[in-house]
């Protein structure tokens, strides 16, 4: 089949979109490639296309498990069959998945950074014929990036197992510096560059200083009936903001990395199918997905960069129609966000008393490097040894990105049940209990060993057996818990730890000491970067955003807050004090609020000309702080 023919057949798509053609002619060509395309410019069919034409296997590298999952759940929904090898598969499932792709249909394989650095990986890897390799998020191989991983700095080890297999690079945000830094790090023979421009002509990028930021929000949401994401900084905040904005009659959902699996997938397609319309998200929410109406994309805080803020704002008008990407702001939300930063940046004495607290915490000697994946409970882990929560967790993310140790926030816990009873305590138990006497005889046929220790079990597998649901089948293990027939352990979500270096204690922070201090200088200047274009309300927002990215063409975008602002200023100074003067005459008074709501012109300029009348002694302010005609 050609490409167009496989775009229409899984993707439903008639043509592709400039440059993704050229990037899948050169991969097919066997040409190394960088492909620097913006969010929502269809990165992931420029090696999908390439991998399903060629024969063999695609090789796909990802740095996050989320995004992982839902690429291979997309793939696997059109007919595609695809797998991840993510850190909590164990080496026997692994091996039955190489199995599979020796002599089976798979056509690709995700795979983590971390885990390509595996000696039986890359032996396995080496017995398959591979069509190409695909680097996604290929920007964290940069120190410059904004998400710098130095695991990435090993995936070169690919082009010694694959010499003259292609690699395809990809990145929604780079700068010169970080591309750069991709074709050397990765060893890309005379690469083919593929940059598409940030100008997003239909995307009207619009700031907006407000004390009360819920009004503003609820002033667009009540404007704009249309698919929605709200961007805030913490998962707790997702639920207030949600919970809040459904008590406005704004039907909204949450949705952040902590929440169970069921969670995410029901929030996901109830909005997905815009039963409701308003997500509110950390920026775990956007990997992968696939909508093109977004009308509106608003911040409510501060992203923690202009590659960041590009990425998320990006999600907004996909198919071409006008769109918003609003960022709201205060002074207290520039202080939490500095405060954020400030906690963020990881001192190498703090680093340090973490990575020996986790040492003593799991009882690793000096020396070792323990094989095996650790549960860690991070708030408890943090009272024992004194350690703030906030700081602590980002020095283990600093840990994970230095290729310290593996820290996952969503690892799996699989269920398992262990029979504490004796044989005929159970048989006096299950004589007068139907239903349960079935669901014992079910586990006692299916998993051996279930007395002798705790056994993993599958809840979907034991209701397919029984005939019922899944939710039935969990309250009959609860209960024979309850009557200590059983030990029952409910499958869960918490953080794990994988340790890839012994330890050295402070020699292994020594290491990394420099690179890390650079991040944090790198994190100064990210920070300094988005708030002097938050703040810059004199040069267009899309010039401003070219000119970070090194664009040398552009040309004032006529719909950001900035430009409408000079046309009003320009042309409409007169309308709006009228039609202030006209609304407060018909309602014989109007607070700011109302006439902000209620007159189409930005509050910045609403408010000049209150701050005007004022002066002019045209209009007057009652103690209800409402404007009344003089």
Known sequence: ??????????????????????????????????????????????????????????????????????????????????????????????VDIFDNLLFGKTKFLYLSPERLQSNFIQSKLKQLTINLIAVDEAHCISEWGHDFRASYLKIAVLRELFPITPILALTATATDKVVDDIVRYLELKTPQIYKKSFVRENLAYQIYKTEDLFFKLKQMLTKIKKPTIIYVFSRKQTKELSDYLNTQNFKSSYYHGG????????????????????????NAFGMGIDKDNVKLVVHMTIPQSIENYMQEAGRAGRNGKKSFAVLLYNDTTIYNFEKQVAKSIVAIPFLKKVYFSLNQHFRIAIGEQPEKQFILDLPKFCN?????????????????????????????????????????????????????????????????????????????????KMQTGKSNIVKLLLVLEKDHIIRYLKKDTVSAIRF????????????????????????????????????????????QLLQ???????????????????????????KVSQEILELIR????????????????????????????LEQNSIKKNDANQYYIN
């Open 384 to 464: 024992k040894y004194h350690l703030n929560l906030i700081e602590t967790y980002n020095a283990l993310m600093t840990l994970d990105r230095e290729g310290v140790l593996v820290f996952e926030t969503d690892f799996q816990i699989q269920s398992s049940v262990q029979f504490i009873c004796t044989n005929q305590e159970l048989f006096r138990y299950e004589k007068d209990k139907k239903q349960l006497k079935k669901l014992i005889q079910t586990l006692l046929r299916y998993y051996g060993g279930i007395f002798d220790n705790p056994t993993f079990v599958d809840e979907y597998f034991l209701a397919k």
């Open 548 to 574: 970070y990215f090194k664009e040398k063409k552009y040309t004032e975008c006529g719909i950001c807050d900035v430009c409408l602002h000079k046309k009003n200023n320009t042309k409409n100074v007169k």
């Open 500 to 543: 890839l270096v012994m330890r050295e204690d402070d020699k292994v922070i020594n290491r990394i000491k420099k690179r890390v201090l650079l991040r944090n200088e790198l994190k100064k200047q990210k920070k300094d970067a988005i708030l002097n274009y938050i703040t810059n309300d004199s040069v267009c927002r899309n010039i």
């Open 586 to 613: 018909e309602k014989k008074s109007c607070s700011a609020k109302d006439l902000v709501f209620l007159l189409p012109f930005p509050e910045g300029t609403i408010l000049k000309n209150i701050t005007f009348l």
């Open 259 to 282: 929440m169970f699996a069921s969670d995410k997938e029901k929030a996901y397609q109830n909005w997905m199918e815009e039963k409701i319309p308003v997500m509110v998200a950390t």
């Open 1 to 94: 089949m050609t490409a167009l023919e496989i775009l229409q057949k899984h993707w439903h798509y008639d043509s592709f979109r400039t440059p993704q053609e050229e990037i899948i002619q050169a991969v097919l060509e066997q040409k190394d490639t960088v492909a620097l395309l913006p969010t929502g410019g269809g990165k992931s069919l420029c090696y999908q296309i390439p991998g399903l034409m060629q024969n063999g296997i695609c090789v796909v590298i990802s740095p996050l498990i989320a995004l992982m999952k839902d690429q291979v759940a997309g793939l696997k929904k059109r007919g595609i069959q695809a797998v991840a090898i993510t850190g909590s598969i164990h080496e026997n499932e692994i």
